[in-house]
Structure formats: structure tokens, C-alpha cells
């Protein structure tokens, strides 16, 4: 495996990253996704050992290669990279880094360049769309240098202009997809529109607003932002898209006149957050919205050509030209086309630090490895185990973010089990995909108990129960063994005016949707918990899936969210120092640490019993001798007094076993939660 990759660092339209042919990465896509976290230095806030910036925009990756699309010149597959976070995610598109796809592919030899300019008809994988990409190449050679400023870039550059080909529909197989270019949805009239991104439209006006608003001042109005997630969740029934309360799709956006009768101004959402300035693809929208008749922010006397719409965001300005063919009802836009520019920062080769593959890559190799093989095998059989294992540090992946409570438990046991072990143990948090990223991981690892995973209840039993998983939580990990149990605690944000469980019933009885709950992900024990007191109760709640508990708990104390179900472990603290009210136990009994907290059966919801479990798993076909070993020194960590303790004072019960017991745990867990999913009908989405 490869540890130098040749690589270009551009920046693109506003983004910034890596660009690979994909030749240059390795062909398999989990130890692919492994390269691009060390390229970017994803394990960290900061990125200080990668190229990224500690931004999402600067966390950026350009895959290219020849298409294999008849008509089409490359193919074009965005990642976008973690921050803090060791994760890849190919879902999304970003129109920003298809700036600096053809340049990139005309320097590589992918695309002869012509004299003056060059297309280049780009397909993207990841919507499986076609964009031509009109690059200046005076000479032959693609130049960056220009005149053209786009806003969020310093200094000025040569224009690269992105016509979208496949915009209209591509969603739901129409432009308009109701049937109609202005519904009334919940008493306002909006436009449903999948032009490049699925929307709906609101004119701010009809929302009490001036549509210049920050986007602070829009997401902290939580009664606003509730009203938008209702005719949100309405328009994409009216869309054909199903329920769409756990999709991000179709996006909100709040218009409102421009500067001129050639520009509007446009507040988009992500869509439970307003967007710090504003998509791409959003863009096109509007600027489709605006330029067709007979949408709620339609501007001016529609007319047959080419036109230029600038949209304005809170950072400033995207200037879309628009074709449209046709007139009154019969309009249609022909094509959509923006301007970005790009960069070439740097060229060469990047080197990926070995701790991110999960398998050994080349390079130096250890001494012991030298040894003539028939002394290497007399030494192996001669050595006893204790001297075999471990001969080098060891990892345990938490598959959730620094800070939470799977994190800081680990790290408790870690400290004592290292020296039991005679070895170093590191903690790698490996957050994302609701743990599934951190479980592929270890599955993948190396059987030689090198590479562990403080799994729980959420990874081993729920996720897997809700979705299908490029895992298997029981034939893909050896148990090692249990580490105990924490209840699931209903907290609310000390400033909601819900005085407890059965006013909360009340109010969300009164009025759906009126708050939101914050989970650490889909498939995890708080989404879960949630659901089945949704289910129970007869509410609806607006879910928000966080990637972890930790942000999830710090939205839910700052507000922005109002209820969430944490275990008592994660929760506690929050709760004594009154950042966080506790209002039931989602649990068989009372807690000890909080007895006047009353279960939520006492409360009047049955049906709530959400007790997380945490547990040790190496990869499948760990030598039974090492996974014993491994058992042995866990079972003696969690007798001690000291251990205990900590982890009780946060709200959790030691519980040791066999690795046999763990793995029959597992399995009964993975059957009542397939049984939670089906009665509940929850998606992945």
C-alpha cells in the first residue's frame, strides 16, 4: 500500500483540496477512504497533519478519471472528508470543487485542450449528472490568471464557467413536480421546484420577515424554524417524495426581493439550519424559480433568451445566467450557468501517515520481519504468547466523537488496561455513519489483537437492526467481553417551558412538531428511544441526527434543539451543573443517583425501555488465546474500586463477562431491535 500518492492542492470556487486521478488512489474503496483521511488530516479539529484547514470547505476531495458515460469526457466523484473525524461521505455533490475538474483533467492529459477555451462535459458520479465545463486555455495550456472575482476569494482569476445540463427533474422526473408552480400549503403559498436540488420556496413577507436576516437571527426563532419544517415535511409529500421528516430533502428557502430586477435575494436551509451563505445547486433553484412565470418569486416580465441573476446570500452574491425557451406556462430553462474560478496551489506527491489504514503498509518493515523465515517460525514456536502478544501499540476505535460518554469511558479503562497489557493504548475516534465507519474499520483490521472496539448497544444491535451494513455485528468480531450498562435518561433544555413528561404529551398533542429532539445519529440508543416514546405517546417530534452525543448534548443545552435521550452516563454531569433537566428514566427503574426522576412509565409512557450496553470486540478470528488474555485484564480493570467508581458516579453499571456471554448478548440484542424497527416502522433515512 502506497504512503506517497501524487497529488494537486486547488482551490476551487470557495473550496479547497486534494485533486487524484483515480488511478493514483488505491482501488479498494475502504482503504481509498483510509488515504483521503490522511491526506486531509481528518483525525483532528485543526487538520494540522493533513492539507485540510479545519473546515468542511477546506475538507475536500476531487476523484477524476475517464468517463466511462458515452458523450461524457471525465467522471467526477466529490468526498467530503471529516473535521475531528475520521470519515468519507460520497453522497453529497459540491459545485465548488467541479470548478477545478477540468483544468485538472486537461493538465493530467484526460482532455486535449484547444486553443482559447476548452469544454469539458463532466459527469458526476455522485448525482449522476452533466455539467460542460468551459475552461480558458489560450495557447493550449489552461491559464488561472483573469479578471473575474467571485465573493469568498481574495484577488481575482481567469472564469470557469459550469453550464448544468441535468438540472431539471433529475429528483423527481419534473421541474414542477405538484403539478402546479404555486401550492398553499398550511394557509402560504410557496413554489415546489427540483431544478439541481429539490425545493420549496417561501416569500419572507408572508413569514412576518425583511429577508435580509442573519442567519443566526433565523435559526435561533425556534417557532419559525418549526413552521418551515412543517411545510417543508408537507411540500415533499405534494412532491412525490415520500415522508420526508428524516430526509434533507427538498431544502427550504426564504426569498425576497434583490437589489435590481435582475437579482433576489435568497435565505436557503440545509435544511434545519440556515445556510452561512449559500449552495450551489440551491442557486441554480432560485435563479430557475425567479426566471420562470408564475412562481411566488417570479421577478419581472418573463422573456424568451439568456439572463443574468445574481443571487444574494449573507456573504454576498451568485450570478447565475439562465436560458430560458418559450413563454407564459410553456417556459422552460434550457440550461443554467455560473462562474467560479479555481487555482492550482500546489503539485506533487502527498504522504499519508501510516496510522490511518487499518491494514500494515509498505515501507519500513519491523526487524523481526528480516529474519530468515525457518528461524522466524523456530522463534514463534518456541516463544510463549505473553512474549507474542502485543509487540506494538494498541488501538482502540470508539466509534463516536471525543467528548461524549462512550469516549470518556474507554479512555478510563484504557488508562488502567495498558499496563495490565504490558502495551500503550491509544484511543481513535472514528465518528460518523452512526458508528457503521468505526465498525467497518475493525472488522477490516488485522485478527492479531492490535486493533480493538469499545462497541455498544448502538453499533452491535440497533444500527445493524435498522439497516443493511457493510458489516455483520456477530460473524465479523470476536466478543471479548461486557463492560456494563447505563439507562437512557429524557432531558430537556433547562429553558423549555414543558414542566414534565405528561404537559410535554400535552403540548406536542396541542401542537405536532412544536419541538425538536437531538439524537447522535440514526440507529443509534437516543434516536431509538426517541421513536419508541413518539410511538408510545401518539406525538410527533422532529428529529435532528447528530455525529455523536456530544454535539447533539451541547445543541440540546444551547437550545437549539429541546429534548434529547442520552444515557445517564453522558447525560449526568450536564444535569448536575443544571445545564440540562432530567425528566424521566427510559429505563425499568429509578436511578440511584437521581431518585426523585421518575421512570417514564411512572410518567405515563409505556414501552420506553432503552438500556445501552457497552462491550470490547476485536476482528473475527482473533487467536482465542489473545482474546482470553484480553478478557482476563478487562474483567481485572473493572474490578477495581477505583474504576468503579468513576464510571458509577456518571451513571453506569459495572457488568463484566465471558466473551460467550457478550456474544449471546449481541444476538438477543440484534433480534429485539429488528422486532423495535418493524412495530416502529423506522428508516435509515
Not at 434545519?272 to 417570479?298: D, E, N, Y
Not at 489473545?626 to 459495572?654: C, F, M, T, W, Y
Request: proline share 6%.
Amino acid at each position: 500500500m502506497k504512503q506517497a500518492i501524487p497529488c494537486v492542492l486547488m482551490r476551487a470556487g470557495t473550496s479547497r483540496g486534494p485533486f487524484f486521478l483515480r488511478d493514483w488512489l488505491p482501488q479498494d474503496e475502504a482503504v481509498r477512504d483510509e488515504a483521503l483521511i490522511g491526506a486531509i488530516g481528518a483525525s483532528d479539529l485543526l487538520q494540522v497533519d493533513g492539507v485540510g484547514g479545519g473546515s468542511t470547505l477546506t475538507s475536500k476531495v476531487a476523484i477524476v478519471s475517464r468517463s466511462t458515460q458515452p458523450g461524457c469526457d471525465v467522471d467526477y466523484l466529490f468526498a467530503q472528508v471529516g473535521v475531528g473525524q475520521k470519515s468519507v461521505d460520497t453522497r453529497p455533490n459540491c459545485g465548488n470543487m467541479l470548478s477545478g475538474v477540468a483544468p485538472f483533467a486537461i493538465e493530467q492529459g484526460l482532455v486535449a485542450a484547444r486553443d482559447g477555451e476548452t469544454t469539458v462535459r463532466v459527469f458526476n458520479v455522485n448525482t449522476r449528472s452533466r455539467i460542460d465545463v468551459t475552461v480558458q486555455t489560450p495557447d493550449g495550456r489552461v491559464t488561472y490568471d483573469g479578471d473575474t472575482g467571485i465573493d469568498g476569494v481574495a484577488g481575482t482569476a481567469a472564469p470557469i464557467r459550469l453550464n448544468f445540463l441535468d438540472a431539471w427533474g433529475a429528483v423527481t422526473g419534473s421541474v414542477f413536480p405538484t403539478g402546479q408552480r404555486i401550492d398553499t400549503i398550511d394557509g402560504l403559498e410557496v413554489t415546489c421546484i427540483d431544478a439541481a436540488m429539490p425545493l420549496v420556496i417561501m416569500r419572507a413577507g408572508d413569514l412576518g420577515l425583511n429577508g435580509r436576516e442573519t442567519p443566526a437571527e433565523l435559526d435561533a426563532d425556534l417557532a419559525l424554524m418549526a413552521r418551515i419544517e412543517t411545510l417543508r415535511r408537507a411540500a415533499g409529500e405534494a412532491m412525490g417524495l415520500g415522508d420526508v421528516s428524516a430526509s434533507v430533502i427538498p431544502k427550504p428557502v426564504i426569498a425576497s426581493d434583490g437589489d435590481d430586477a435582475d437579482s433576489v435575494t435568497s435565505r436557503y436551509f440545509t435544511p434545519r439550519r440556515c445556510h452561512a451563505s449559500h449552495a450551489v445547486t440551491g442557486a441554480i433553484g432560485v435563479a430557475t424559480a425567479f426566471a420562470l412565470p408564475g412562481t411566488v418569486i417570479s421577478g419581472g416580465a418573463s422573456r424568451s433568451g439568456v439572463r443574468a441573476i445574481s443571487v444574494l446570500h449573507p456573504q454576498g452574491r451568485i450570478d447565475v445566467e439562465v436560458a430560458v425557451e418559450g413563454d407564459g406556462a410553456g417556459a422552460r430553462i434550457q440550461r443554467a450557468a455560473l462562474v467560479r474560478t479555481a487555482r492550482k496551489i500546489l503539485e506533487g506527491e502527498i504522504h499519508i501517515p501510516p496510522y490511518v489504514f487499518s491494514k500494515p503498509t509498505e515501507g519500513d518493515k519491523p526487524m523481526k520481519r528480516l529474519i530468515a523465515p525457518a528461524v522466524a517460525v523456530a522463534l514463534a514456536a518456541s516463544a510463549p504468547l505473553a512474549m507474542a502478544w502485543p509487540d506494538k501499540v494498541i488501538t482502540v476505535v470508539v466509534p463516536t466523537a471525543a467528548g461524549g460518554g462512550n469516549d470518556a469511558m474507554a479512555r478510563t479503562i484504557a488508562q488502567k488496561l495498558g499496563p495490565l497489557l504490558g502495551q500503550t493504548i491509544i484511543i481513535d475516534n472514528r465518528a460518523g455513519a452512526n458508528g457503521a465507519i468505526a465498525s467497518e474499520f475493525v472488522a477490516r483490521a488485522p485478527a492479531d489483537g492490535h486493533t480493538l472496539m469499545f462497541g455498544y448497544i448502538a453499533t452491535h444491535a440497533m444500527n445493524p437492526a435498522l439497516q443493511k451494513l457493510r458489516y455483520d455485528p456477530v460473524a465479523d468480531f470476536a466478543p471479548i467481553g461486557l463492560v456494563g450498562y447505563s439507562p437512557t435518561l429524557m432531558v430537556a433544555s433547562s429553558t423549555v417551558p414543558v414542566k414534565d413528561v405528561k404537559d410535554l404529551v400535552a403540548q406536542l398533542k396541542a401542537k405536532p412538531d412544536k419541538y425538536t429532539y437531538a439524537s447522535a445519529g440514526n440507529g443509534t440508543a437516543p434516536h431509538f428511544a426517541a421513536e419508541l416514546f413518539k410511538l408510545n405517546a401518539g406525538v410527533v417530534m422532529l428529529g435532528v441526527p447528530y455525529k455523536g452525543s456530544a454535539p447533539a448534548v451541547g445543541d440540546t443545552i444551547g437550545g437549539q434543539t429541546q429534548f434529547m435521550f442520552p444515557s445517564l452516563f453522558t447525560a449526568l454531569p450536564h444535569v448536575k451543573s443544571g445545564k440540562l433537566r432530567a425528566l424521566a428514566v427510559a429505563g425499568p427503574k429509578r436511578s440511584a443517583l437521581m431518585p426523585d426522576v421518575p421512570t417514564l412509565k411512572e410518567a405515563g409512557v409505556d414501552g420506553v425501555d432503552v438500556q445501552q450496553w457497552y462491550g470490547f470486540f476485536a476482528p473475527a478470528k482473533t487467536p482465542k488465546p489473545i482474546i482470553e488474555q484480553i478478557n482476563k485484564a478487562l474483567n481485572q480493570v473493572l474490578s477495581d474500586k477505583e474504576i468503579i467508581k468513576r464510571i458509577e458516579d456518571h451513571g453506569a453499571d459495572v457488568e463484566t463477562s465471558t466473551p460467550e456471554q457478550l456474544g449471546e448478548l449481541v444476538k438477543s440484542e440484534l433480534a429485539k431491535w429488528k422486532g423495535v424497527v418493524q412495530r416502529a416502522k423506522l428508516t435509515a433515512e
